[in-house]
């Protein structure tokens, strides 16, 4: 096989593992979703198991990535291919952190009788699960203009971030222990983050279909 075949066969691989990748992250994140809103405790039992999955598949891409770059003589388009898979890696990487801490909070939470704010929480979960899926989407179909509606998404999760975190901030009458307090402002964060992960996704996208790079925040923990 000459080097030109080999490249092309090793980056179709790439893609596939990069797939297989983002469908372990969205079923970690529907498993954390549905043991926090759903309380379903024994699925989060299932989420460090994929989480484990996951982080491999994160450090299998990023090594293939560098090899790639460093022994093939990708050309630019190639090569911008490349960079943007190791930094979508690492949004799908943290996404499945989060969903992994997300477990543990249900955990955490189920003893406790659900709080007032939950359908709201959840409402913002289900809007940041649905960014993930259509990054996920326009990654398989290379779709470089799904970025404005998911951060549009992303702009209303943001709101029902605050307006969340303002109520819980705003409690003068907590009766009891204020852990399911504290436990709820770090699911909104976690959230919050996905979300943030989710819209670059989507960006990454356009950068590799497009070759302009415009990402609404660049999350600190990349």
């Known amino acids: 096989m000459?080097?030109?075949k080999q490249f092309k066969h090793r980056s179709r691989r790439l893609e596939q593992d990069l797939l297989l990748m983002g469908a372990l992250v969205e079923q970690s994140f529907r498993l954390a979703h549905s043991s926090i809103f759903q309380r379903e405790i024994g699925v989060a039992e299932q989420i460090p198991k994929i989480d484990r999955k996951i982080d491999r598949f994160y450090h299998?891409?990023?090594?293939e990535c560098a090899e790639l770059m460093t022994i093939a003589s990708p050309v630019a388009q190639d090569l911008r291919r490349?960079?943007?898979f190791m930094q979508l890696v690492r949004d799908l990487e943290r996404i499945?952190?989060?969903?992994?801490d997300l477990g543990e909070i249900s955990l955490k939470l189920f003893p406790y009788p659900a709080h007032p704010c939950m359908p709201a929480i959840e409402q913002m979960s289900h809007h940041a699960r649905s960014m993930l899926e259509s990054s996920l989407a326009a990654l398989t179909n290379l779709d470089g203009t799904a970025g404005p509606t998911i951060h549009k998404l992303d702009d209303r999760v943001d709101r029902a971030y605050e307006d969340i975190y303002q109520?819980?901030?705003s409690q003068t009458q907590i009766q009891g222990s204020i852990e399911p307090t504290i436990l709820l402002a770090l699911t909104i964060r976690h959230l919050e983050r996905m979300a943030d992960h989710a819209?670059?996704?989507?960006y990454r996208v356009t950068f590799i279909v497009t070759g302009s790079r415009k990402l609404k925040k660049e999350p600190s923990d990349l």
């Open 96 to 100: 499945g952190d989060y969903a992994k």
């Open 60 to 63: 299998q891409i990023e090594i």
């Open 2 to 4: 000459n080097e030109s």
């Open 82 to 84: 490349l960079s943007a």
């Open 167 to 169: 109520t819980l901030a």
């Open 199 to 202: 819209t670059n996704i989507a």
